[in-house]
Protein backbone atom coordinates (compact mmCIF):
# COMPACT_ATOMS: atom_id res chain seq x y z
CA UNK A 1 0.00 0.00 0.00
CA UNK A 2 1.65 3.81 -1.05
CA UNK A 3 2.10 5.99 1.53
CA UNK A 4 0.29 9.34 1.29
CA UNK A 5 2.41 12.40 1.69
CA UNK A 6 0.81 15.64 2.49
CA UNK A 7 2.73 16.95 5.09
CA UNK A 8 6.39 18.86 5.20
CA UNK A 9 7.64 19.09 8.72
CA UNK A 10 11.26 20.69 9.28
CA UNK A 11 13.19 19.72 12.30
CA UNK A 12 15.62 21.89 13.87
CA UNK A 13 16.80 23.22 10.33
CA UNK A 14 18.73 19.72 9.80
CA UNK A 15 16.24 17.75 7.84
CA UNK A 16 12.69 17.70 6.28
CA UNK A 17 10.18 14.96 6.63
CA UNK A 18 7.76 14.16 4.29
CA UNK A 19 4.64 12.30 5.94
CA UNK A 20 0.78 11.10 6.27
CA UNK A 21 -0.89 14.11 7.97
CA UNK A 22 -3.14 11.98 9.26
CA UNK A 23 -1.03 9.29 10.97
CA UNK A 24 1.43 11.56 13.01
CA UNK A 25 -2.01 14.13 13.61
CA UNK A 26 -3.18 10.27 15.35
CA UNK A 27 -0.86 10.43 18.06
CA UNK A 28 1.00 14.03 18.41
CA UNK A 29 -1.47 16.19 20.04
CA UNK A 30 1.24 19.57 19.61
CA UNK A 31 1.22 18.75 15.53
CA UNK A 32 -2.23 18.12 15.19
CA UNK A 33 -2.89 21.99 17.07
CA UNK A 34 -0.20 23.49 14.66
CA UNK A 35 -1.20 21.21 11.37
CA UNK A 36 -4.97 22.89 12.31
CA UNK A 37 -3.55 26.78 12.99
CA UNK A 38 -1.43 26.74 9.59
CA UNK A 39 -4.08 25.54 7.33
CA UNK A 40 -6.04 28.52 8.62
CA UNK A 41 -2.93 30.63 7.43
CA UNK A 42 -3.21 28.35 4.22
CA UNK A 43 0.99 28.00 4.20
CA UNK A 44 1.14 24.24 4.91
CA UNK A 45 1.28 23.35 1.03
CA UNK A 46 3.97 26.25 0.61
CA UNK A 47 6.25 25.94 3.18
CA UNK A 48 5.66 22.89 6.01
CA UNK A 49 6.21 23.16 9.40
CA UNK A 50 8.86 24.43 11.23
CA UNK A 51 9.54 22.56 14.19
CA UNK A 52 12.71 23.92 16.72
CA UNK A 53 14.28 23.23 19.57
CA UNK A 54 13.36 19.20 19.23
CA UNK A 55 15.11 17.46 21.73
CA UNK A 56 17.28 14.64 20.17
CA UNK A 57 17.00 16.66 16.56
CA UNK A 58 16.41 14.54 12.97
CA UNK A 59 17.06 11.21 15.42
CA UNK A 60 14.41 11.62 17.67
CA UNK A 61 11.69 12.78 15.68
CA UNK A 62 12.67 9.96 13.25
CA UNK A 63 12.23 7.39 16.81
CA UNK A 64 9.24 9.11 17.02
CA UNK A 65 7.60 8.50 13.89
CA UNK A 66 8.74 4.57 14.41
CA UNK A 67 6.80 4.11 16.83
CA UNK A 68 3.39 7.05 14.81
CA UNK A 69 3.90 4.42 11.57
CA UNK A 70 4.07 0.97 13.70
CA UNK A 71 0.74 1.65 15.23
CA UNK A 72 2.21 2.58 18.37
CA UNK A 73 4.09 0.21 18.95
CA UNK A 74 8.30 0.68 19.23
CA UNK A 75 10.93 -1.77 21.66
CA UNK A 76 11.57 0.50 24.21
CA UNK A 77 15.02 0.44 26.01
CA UNK A 78 17.24 2.06 28.50
CA UNK A 79 19.50 3.32 26.08
CA UNK A 80 16.22 5.15 24.01
CA UNK A 81 13.74 5.09 26.90
CA UNK A 82 15.23 9.02 27.64
CA UNK A 83 14.87 10.49 24.17
CA UNK A 84 11.40 8.67 23.72
CA UNK A 85 10.19 10.25 26.91
CA UNK A 86 11.34 13.77 26.28
CA UNK A 87 10.24 13.78 22.50
CA UNK A 88 6.60 11.91 24.20
CA UNK A 89 6.66 15.51 25.90
CA UNK A 90 7.53 17.71 23.53
CA UNK A 91 4.79 16.39 21.08
CA UNK A 92 2.23 16.18 23.70
CA UNK A 93 1.82 11.99 23.03
CA UNK A 94 -0.80 11.96 25.56
CA UNK A 95 -3.09 8.88 26.32
CA UNK A 96 -5.51 12.14 25.77
CA UNK A 97 -4.59 12.01 22.27
CA UNK A 98 -4.43 8.09 21.77
CA UNK A 99 -5.01 5.14 23.63
CA UNK A 100 -1.93 3.19 24.94
CA UNK A 101 0.21 6.22 23.56
CA UNK A 102 4.18 7.20 23.75
CA UNK A 103 4.10 9.05 26.78
CA UNK A 104 2.17 6.60 28.98
CA UNK A 105 4.34 3.51 28.08
CA UNK A 106 7.75 5.82 28.58
CA UNK A 107 6.29 6.57 32.13
CA UNK A 108 5.70 2.56 32.79
CA UNK A 109 8.89 2.24 31.66
CA UNK A 110 10.73 4.30 33.78
CA UNK A 111 8.74 3.75 36.96
CA UNK A 112 10.98 1.07 37.26
CA UNK A 113 14.17 2.76 36.48
CA UNK A 114 15.54 1.50 40.37
CA UNK A 115 15.77 -1.92 39.45
CA UNK A 116 17.93 -1.34 36.21
CA UNK A 117 21.06 -2.10 36.17
CA UNK A 118 24.33 -0.33 36.95
CA UNK A 119 25.00 -0.28 33.03
CA UNK A 120 21.46 0.64 32.25
CA UNK A 121 21.50 3.99 34.49
CA UNK A 122 24.54 4.48 32.68
CA UNK A 123 23.27 4.17 29.03
CA UNK A 124 20.30 6.24 29.86
CA UNK A 125 22.05 9.12 31.51
CA UNK A 126 24.57 9.34 28.52
CA UNK A 127 21.84 8.85 25.84
CA UNK A 128 20.63 12.67 27.51
CA UNK A 129 23.97 14.42 26.39
CA UNK A 130 22.17 15.76 23.22
CA UNK A 131 19.04 17.46 25.11
CA UNK A 132 20.18 17.38 29.32
CA UNK A 133 18.36 21.05 29.55
CA UNK A 134 15.25 19.80 28.26
CA UNK A 135 15.92 16.00 30.25
CA UNK A 136 16.24 18.40 33.34
CA UNK A 137 13.45 20.50 32.36
CA UNK A 138 10.80 17.59 32.59
CA UNK A 139 12.16 16.00 35.57
CA UNK A 140 14.18 13.11 34.31
CA UNK A 141 17.32 14.09 34.61
CA UNK A 142 16.72 13.87 38.54
CA UNK A 143 15.59 10.61 38.24
CA UNK A 144 18.37 9.26 36.89
CA UNK A 145 21.07 11.03 39.14
CA UNK A 146 18.54 9.53 41.75
CA UNK A 147 19.12 5.66 40.56
CA UNK A 148 22.88 6.49 39.89
CA UNK A 149 23.87 7.32 43.47
CA UNK A 150 21.60 4.94 44.93
CA UNK A 151 23.30 2.44 42.65
CA UNK A 152 26.81 3.76 44.57
CA UNK A 153 25.48 3.90 48.02
CA UNK A 154 24.28 0.05 47.52
CA UNK A 155 27.83 -1.24 46.23
CA UNK A 156 29.92 0.22 48.12
CA UNK A 157 31.19 1.82 51.44
CA UNK A 158 30.81 4.91 51.10
CA UNK A 159 29.50 7.28 53.93
CA UNK A 160 26.62 8.20 52.36
CA UNK A 161 24.04 10.05 54.21
CA UNK A 162 20.30 9.13 53.24
CA UNK A 163 18.48 12.44 55.18
CA UNK A 164 14.79 10.86 54.18
CA UNK A 165 13.78 7.19 54.44
CA UNK A 166 10.80 8.05 52.26
CA UNK A 167 10.49 6.13 48.68
CA UNK A 168 14.21 6.99 45.91
CA UNK A 169 11.88 7.07 43.02
CA UNK A 170 11.20 10.43 44.21
CA UNK A 171 12.37 13.53 41.85
CA UNK A 172 13.53 14.84 44.77
CA UNK A 173 15.89 11.65 45.48
CA UNK A 174 19.39 13.33 44.36
CA UNK A 175 18.67 15.99 47.16
CA UNK A 176 18.83 13.63 49.69
CA UNK A 177 22.14 12.09 49.37
CA UNK A 178 25.01 13.88 50.47
CA UNK A 179 29.03 12.36 50.72
CA UNK A 180 30.05 13.07 54.34
CA UNK A 181 31.79 15.72 54.50
CA UNK A 182 34.34 14.55 57.30
CA UNK A 183 37.62 15.54 55.49
CA UNK A 184 39.59 13.49 58.58
CA UNK A 185 42.85 11.94 57.37
CA UNK A 186 46.08 10.29 58.38
CA UNK A 187 49.49 10.35 57.64
CA UNK A 188 48.87 7.31 55.73
CA UNK A 189 46.48 8.74 53.45
CA UNK A 190 50.05 10.09 51.21
CA UNK A 191 50.27 6.77 49.91
CA UNK A 192 48.97 5.68 46.48
CA UNK A 193 45.71 4.96 47.74
CA UNK A 194 44.85 8.36 47.38
CA UNK A 195 44.97 7.77 43.82
CA UNK A 196 43.23 4.59 43.75
CA UNK A 197 40.33 3.79 42.12
CA UNK A 198 37.15 2.93 43.82
CA UNK A 199 34.90 0.43 41.39
CA UNK A 200 32.59 3.45 39.92
CA UNK A 201 35.57 5.88 38.37
CA UNK A 202 35.68 4.23 35.12
CA UNK A 203 32.42 3.71 34.39
CA UNK A 204 31.20 7.25 35.17
CA UNK A 205 34.29 8.63 32.64
CA UNK A 206 31.94 7.77 29.80
CA UNK A 207 29.83 10.57 30.72
CA UNK A 208 30.13 14.12 29.65
CA UNK A 209 31.54 16.75 32.01
CA UNK A 210 27.69 18.25 32.19
CA UNK A 211 26.53 15.39 33.66
CA UNK A 212 28.86 14.86 35.93
CA UNK A 213 28.66 18.59 37.09
CA UNK A 214 24.78 17.80 38.03
CA UNK A 215 25.95 14.87 39.82
CA UNK A 216 28.45 17.01 41.65
CA UNK A 217 25.58 19.70 42.41
CA UNK A 218 23.28 17.21 43.08
CA UNK A 219 25.72 16.18 45.96
CA UNK A 220 25.63 19.57 47.52
CA UNK A 221 29.77 19.69 46.56
CA UNK A 222 30.28 21.66 43.86
CA UNK A 223 32.79 24.16 43.68
CA UNK A 224 33.86 25.81 47.05
CA UNK A 225 31.03 23.32 48.75
CA UNK A 226 33.47 20.14 48.14
CA UNK A 227 34.36 19.15 51.33
CA UNK A 228 34.13 15.29 50.31
CA UNK A 229 37.53 13.50 49.68
CA UNK A 230 35.69 10.41 47.53
CA UNK A 231 34.81 13.23 45.06
CA UNK A 232 37.67 14.68 44.61
CA UNK A 233 39.48 11.64 44.22
CA UNK A 234 36.69 10.89 41.40
CA UNK A 235 36.89 14.24 39.54
CA UNK A 236 40.92 13.56 39.58
CA UNK A 237 40.45 10.25 38.10
CA UNK A 238 38.12 11.74 35.81
CA UNK A 239 40.00 14.73 34.60
CA UNK A 240 42.87 12.79 34.34
CA UNK A 241 41.62 10.14 32.10
CA UNK A 242 39.59 12.59 29.58
CA UNK A 243 43.13 14.35 29.44
CA UNK A 244 44.50 11.03 28.48
CA UNK A 245 42.02 10.28 25.64
CA UNK A 246 42.02 13.28 23.82
CA UNK A 247 45.57 13.28 23.87
CA UNK A 248 46.58 16.66 25.95
CA UNK A 249 44.09 18.86 27.25
CA UNK A 250 45.72 22.02 26.54
CA UNK A 251 44.60 21.21 23.00
CA UNK A 252 41.49 21.36 24.47
CA UNK A 253 39.02 24.57 22.53
CA UNK A 254 38.02 27.71 24.61
CA UNK A 255 34.56 26.77 24.59
CA UNK A 256 35.71 22.57 25.67
CA UNK A 257 37.48 24.00 28.21
CA UNK A 258 35.30 26.10 29.62
CA UNK A 259 32.49 23.03 30.46
CA UNK A 260 35.60 20.94 32.20
CA UNK A 261 36.83 24.53 34.35
CA UNK A 262 34.01 24.27 36.91
CA UNK A 263 35.05 20.67 38.23
CA UNK A 264 38.86 22.06 38.08
CA UNK A 265 37.95 24.56 40.71
CA UNK A 266 35.95 21.80 42.56
CA UNK A 267 38.95 19.66 42.54
CA UNK A 268 40.96 22.21 43.96
CA UNK A 269 38.87 23.21 46.43
CA UNK A 270 38.69 19.76 47.92
CA UNK A 271 42.29 18.98 47.81
CA UNK A 272 42.64 22.68 49.49
CA UNK A 273 40.55 21.43 52.21
CA UNK A 274 42.89 18.69 52.96
CA UNK A 275 45.99 19.93 52.38
CA UNK A 276 49.00 18.84 53.96
CA UNK A 277 47.27 15.88 55.39
CA UNK A 278 46.59 13.90 52.49
CA UNK A 279 49.08 14.94 49.71
CA UNK A 280 52.90 15.38 49.28
CA UNK A 281 54.45 18.02 47.23
CA UNK A 282 54.55 15.59 44.59
CA UNK A 283 51.22 14.70 44.51
CA UNK A 284 49.87 18.16 44.76
CA UNK A 285 51.99 19.26 41.65
CA UNK A 286 50.86 16.48 39.71
CA UNK A 287 47.37 17.59 40.73
CA UNK A 288 48.31 20.96 39.41
CA UNK A 289 49.30 19.51 35.88
CA UNK A 290 45.62 17.72 36.00
CA UNK A 291 43.96 20.26 36.82
CA UNK A 292 45.87 23.02 34.21
CA UNK A 293 44.81 21.49 30.81
CA UNK A 294 41.52 21.90 31.49
CA UNK A 295 42.02 26.38 32.89
CA UNK A 296 41.13 27.25 36.84
CA UNK A 297 40.06 30.28 38.33
CA UNK A 298 42.97 32.46 39.20
CA UNK A 299 41.92 32.45 42.90
CA UNK A 300 42.27 28.35 42.94
CA UNK A 301 45.49 28.81 41.09
CA UNK A 302 47.09 30.74 43.53
CA UNK A 303 45.69 29.23 46.42
CA UNK A 304 46.89 25.75 44.96
CA UNK A 305 50.72 27.51 44.42
CA UNK A 306 50.66 28.52 47.81
CA UNK A 307 50.12 25.25 49.30
CA UNK A 308 52.66 23.98 46.80
CA UNK A 309 55.18 26.53 47.97
CA UNK A 310 54.93 25.88 51.59
CA UNK A 311 56.02 22.40 50.70
CA UNK A 312 58.53 23.02 48.15
CA UNK A 313 61.52 21.95 49.99
CA UNK A 314 60.00 18.37 49.75
CA UNK A 315 60.08 18.86 45.88
CA UNK A 316 62.62 17.13 43.77
CA UNK A 317 64.19 18.39 40.06
CA UNK A 318 62.33 16.55 38.55
CA UNK A 319 59.00 17.49 40.30
CA UNK A 320 59.68 21.01 39.23
CA UNK A 321 60.67 20.44 35.47
CA UNK A 322 56.90 21.39 33.70
CA UNK A 323 56.66 21.41 30.66
CA UNK A 324 56.27 24.68 29.14
CA UNK A 325 53.56 25.57 26.83
CA UNK A 326 54.73 28.93 25.12
CA UNK A 327 58.01 27.90 23.33
CA UNK A 328 60.19 27.34 26.49
CA UNK A 329 61.28 23.60 27.49
CA UNK A 330 60.37 24.36 30.84
CA UNK A 331 57.17 26.57 32.88
CA UNK A 332 59.52 29.02 34.35
CA UNK A 333 57.16 30.96 35.58
CA UNK A 334 55.31 28.80 37.62
CA UNK A 335 58.16 27.13 39.22
CA UNK A 336 59.35 31.24 40.20
CA UNK A 337 55.87 31.56 41.42
CA UNK A 338 56.05 28.80 43.92
CA UNK A 339 59.65 29.58 44.70
CA UNK A 340 58.14 32.63 45.85
CA UNK A 341 55.26 31.45 47.58
CA UNK A 342 57.67 29.92 49.68
CA UNK A 343 59.31 33.14 50.43
CA UNK A 344 56.43 34.89 51.67
CA UNK A 345 55.08 31.59 53.50
CA UNK A 346 55.15 31.00 57.14
CA UNK A 347 57.65 28.39 59.24
CA UNK A 348 60.10 28.44 57.19
CA UNK A 349 63.14 27.29 58.90
CA UNK A 350 66.90 28.04 58.04
CA UNK A 351 67.32 24.37 56.90
CA UNK A 352 64.31 24.54 54.60
CA UNK A 353 65.32 27.62 53.04
CA UNK A 354 68.90 26.21 51.87
CA UNK A 355 67.21 23.26 51.14
CA UNK A 356 64.87 25.34 48.24
CA UNK A 357 68.08 27.06 47.64
CA UNK A 358 70.54 24.24 46.39
CA UNK A 359 67.21 22.55 44.74
CA UNK A 360 67.08 26.36 42.58
CA UNK A 361 70.38 25.89 42.11
CA UNK A 362 69.78 22.68 40.20
CA UNK A 363 67.09 23.96 38.18
CA UNK A 364 69.03 27.05 36.76
CA UNK A 365 71.23 24.46 35.47
CA UNK A 366 68.82 22.36 34.15
CA UNK A 367 67.11 25.17 32.52
CA UNK A 368 70.12 26.94 31.56
CA UNK A 369 69.96 25.71 28.10
CA UNK A 370 66.97 26.54 25.97
CA UNK A 371 67.71 29.19 23.80
CA UNK A 372 64.20 30.50 23.83
CA UNK A 373 64.51 31.14 27.94
CA UNK A 374 65.19 35.28 28.42
CA UNK A 375 67.06 36.44 30.86
CA UNK A 376 64.45 38.04 32.44
CA UNK A 377 62.93 34.61 33.77
CA UNK A 378 66.13 33.07 33.98
CA UNK A 379 66.83 36.17 36.63
CA UNK A 380 63.28 35.82 38.02
CA UNK A 381 64.22 32.58 39.38
CA UNK A 382 67.95 33.26 40.43
CA UNK A 383 66.99 36.09 42.07
CA UNK A 384 63.74 34.98 44.25
CA UNK A 385 65.75 33.75 47.47
CA UNK A 386 67.29 36.17 49.57
CA UNK A 387 71.22 36.09 49.74
CA UNK A 388 71.11 34.72 52.82
CA UNK A 389 69.62 31.35 51.22
CA UNK A 390 72.62 30.44 49.90
CA UNK A 391 75.83 29.74 51.43
CA UNK A 392 77.69 29.38 48.15
CA UNK A 393 76.87 30.66 44.59
CA UNK A 394 79.11 28.43 42.75
CA UNK A 395 75.69 26.60 41.58
CA UNK A 396 74.62 29.93 40.19
CA UNK A 397 77.84 30.58 38.34
CA UNK A 398 77.72 27.53 36.41
CA UNK A 399 74.10 27.91 35.40
CA UNK A 400 75.18 31.30 33.99
CA UNK A 401 78.18 29.61 32.26
CA UNK A 402 76.13 27.33 30.49
CA UNK A 403 73.63 29.79 29.67
CA UNK A 404 76.02 31.96 27.94
CA UNK A 405 77.49 28.70 26.27
CA UNK A 406 73.57 28.26 25.18
CA UNK A 407 73.04 32.13 23.80
CA UNK A 408 76.41 33.27 22.29
CA UNK A 409 74.62 36.11 21.18
CA UNK A 410 73.41 38.05 24.20
CA UNK A 411 74.95 41.64 23.76
CA UNK A 412 78.00 43.31 26.31
CA UNK A 413 74.87 44.82 28.21
CA UNK A 414 72.89 41.73 28.73
CA UNK A 415 75.90 39.39 29.88
CA UNK A 416 76.41 42.31 32.45
CA UNK A 417 72.71 42.13 33.14
CA UNK A 418 73.02 38.20 33.62
CA UNK A 419 76.07 38.28 36.24
CA UNK A 420 73.98 40.66 38.63
CA UNK A 421 72.60 38.16 40.57
CA UNK A 422 76.17 36.56 41.75
CA UNK A 423 77.30 37.26 44.85
CA UNK A 424 80.91 37.23 44.13
CA UNK A 425 82.43 37.21 48.07
CA UNK A 426 80.51 33.99 47.97
CA UNK A 427 82.17 32.31 45.13
CA UNK A 428 84.59 29.67 46.11
CA UNK A 429 88.50 30.64 44.87
CA UNK A 430 87.91 28.30 42.60
CA UNK A 431 85.21 29.54 40.70
CA UNK A 432 86.32 32.86 40.75
CA UNK A 433 89.14 32.10 38.76
CA UNK A 434 87.47 30.64 36.21
CA UNK A 435 85.00 33.85 35.87
CA UNK A 436 88.05 35.61 35.74
CA UNK A 437 89.20 33.56 32.60
CA UNK A 438 86.14 33.01 31.02
CA UNK A 439 85.99 34.80 27.84
CA UNK A 440 82.07 34.96 27.69
CA UNK A 441 82.30 37.10 30.87
CA UNK A 442 82.77 40.66 30.72
CA UNK A 443 85.96 42.35 31.83
CA UNK A 444 84.29 44.51 34.45
CA UNK A 445 82.43 41.71 35.95
CA UNK A 446 85.72 39.32 36.38
CA UNK A 447 87.05 42.75 37.93
CA UNK A 448 84.68 43.14 40.67
CA UNK A 449 84.73 39.21 40.88
CA UNK A 450 88.46 39.36 42.14
CA UNK A 451 88.20 42.69 43.69
CA UNK A 452 85.23 41.47 46.19
CA UNK A 453 87.65 38.07 46.17
CA UNK A 454 90.63 40.23 47.52
CA UNK A 455 88.85 42.30 49.97
CA UNK A 456 87.55 39.62 52.45
CA UNK A 457 91.03 37.45 51.89
CA UNK A 458 93.01 37.62 54.75
CA UNK A 459 96.98 37.05 54.77
CA UNK A 460 98.23 33.46 55.93
CA UNK A 461 99.06 35.26 59.19
CA UNK A 462 95.61 35.40 60.40
CA UNK A 463 94.84 31.97 59.79
CA UNK A 464 97.59 31.24 62.34
CA UNK A 465 97.21 30.51 65.81
CA UNK A 466 98.15 33.79 68.25
CA UNK A 467 101.46 31.76 69.69
CA UNK A 468 102.80 31.32 66.21
CA UNK A 469 101.81 33.97 64.83
CA UNK A 470 104.43 36.42 67.04
CA UNK A 471 107.28 34.56 65.35
CA UNK A 472 109.61 36.57 62.97
CA UNK A 473 108.10 36.51 59.24
CA UNK A 474 110.96 35.00 58.13
CA UNK A 475 110.34 32.29 60.46
CA UNK A 476 107.03 32.12 59.66
CA UNK A 477 106.77 32.80 55.53
CA UNK A 478 110.61 31.25 54.93
CA UNK A 479 109.50 27.59 55.44
CA UNK A 480 105.94 25.67 55.26
CA UNK A 481 104.04 25.76 57.97
CA UNK A 482 101.25 22.92 58.71
CA UNK A 483 99.39 24.09 61.76
CA UNK A 484 95.35 23.11 62.07
CA UNK A 485 95.31 21.53 59.09
CA UNK A 486 96.33 25.20 57.03
CA UNK A 487 98.83 25.04 54.57
CA UNK A 488 99.82 28.68 55.12
CA UNK A 489 102.28 28.74 52.00
CA UNK A 490 99.99 27.45 49.41
CA UNK A 491 97.39 30.40 51.23
CA UNK A 492 99.96 32.99 50.36
CA UNK A 493 100.66 31.76 46.84
CA UNK A 494 96.85 31.72 45.79
CA UNK A 495 96.41 35.76 47.38
CA UNK A 496 99.40 35.96 45.23
CA UNK A 497 98.22 34.87 42.14
CA UNK A 498 94.85 36.58 42.97
CA UNK A 499 96.67 39.86 43.18
CA UNK A 500 98.19 39.13 39.75
CA UNK A 501 95.27 38.25 37.96
CA UNK A 502 93.55 41.44 39.34
CA UNK A 503 96.72 43.40 38.02
CA UNK A 504 96.21 41.91 35.05
CA UNK A 505 92.69 42.48 34.57
CA UNK A 506 92.69 46.15 35.51
CA UNK A 507 95.51 46.31 33.16
CA UNK A 508 93.37 45.06 30.14
CA UNK A 509 90.79 46.94 31.15
CA UNK A 510 92.57 50.52 31.47
CA UNK A 511 94.09 49.41 27.41
CA UNK A 512 90.70 48.87 26.41
CA UNK A 513 89.21 52.29 27.48
CA UNK A 514 92.39 53.85 25.55
CA UNK A 515 92.17 51.72 22.47
CA UNK A 516 88.40 52.17 22.32
CA UNK A 517 88.98 56.16 22.86
CA UNK A 518 91.73 55.87 20.34
CA UNK A 519 88.74 54.00 18.00
CA UNK A 520 86.23 56.86 18.11
CA UNK A 521 88.77 59.74 17.39
CA UNK A 522 90.02 57.93 14.46
CA UNK A 523 86.17 57.69 13.31
CA UNK A 524 85.51 61.28 13.83
CA UNK A 525 88.24 62.37 11.42
CA UNK A 526 87.67 59.86 9.14
CA UNK A 527 84.16 61.27 9.01
CA UNK A 528 85.35 64.77 8.52
CA UNK A 529 88.07 63.91 5.94
CA UNK A 530 87.06 60.58 4.15
CA UNK A 531 89.74 61.37 1.16
CA UNK A 532 92.75 62.01 3.35
CA UNK A 533 91.62 59.77 5.70
CA UNK A 534 91.08 56.54 3.97
CA UNK A 535 94.35 54.93 4.25
CA UNK A 536 94.95 54.84 7.34
CA UNK A 537 94.61 51.76 9.92
CA UNK A 538 92.55 51.67 12.58
CA UNK A 539 94.48 50.56 16.19
CA UNK A 540 94.12 46.38 16.25
CA UNK A 541 92.60 45.15 19.50
CA UNK A 542 95.02 42.60 21.12
Request: charged share 25%; proline share 3%; net charge positive.
Amino acid sequence: MSLHCDLQIHVNGQQTFFLDEKIVSAYSGRLKKIIRQEKRRTQIKSSGIEVDDFPGGSDGFELVLRFCYNRGEIGITASNVSLLHCCAVFLGMSDKVAASNLLQKTEKFLEDMFYWSWNEVIASLKSCETFLGYAESVGLLPKLLSALLAKIAQNSDLNLINSSSSSSSSPEVASRFRFSSSAKTTPDSQSPSWWSKAWWFDDLTVLSPLIIEKVVKSLGAYGSENNSLILTRFLLHYLKTVSQRKGNATGFSASTKSNYMGLADTVVHGVILVGKTAFSCRGLLRVLRIVSGFGISKDCRVGLERLIGGMLDQATLDDLLVSGRDRGVYDVNLAGRLIRAFVNGDGRSTQKVKRVARLVDKYLGEIAPDQNLKISKFLGVAESLPDSARDCYDGVYRAIDIFLESHPSLSFEERSRLCRCLNYEKLSLEACKDLAKNPKVPPRIAVQALMSQQSYAQPAKEFLPQEVAKESPATIYGQIVVYGGIDTESVEEENHDMRMNLQRMQWRVNELEKVCKQMRGQMSKIARHPSSSSSRSLPRLC
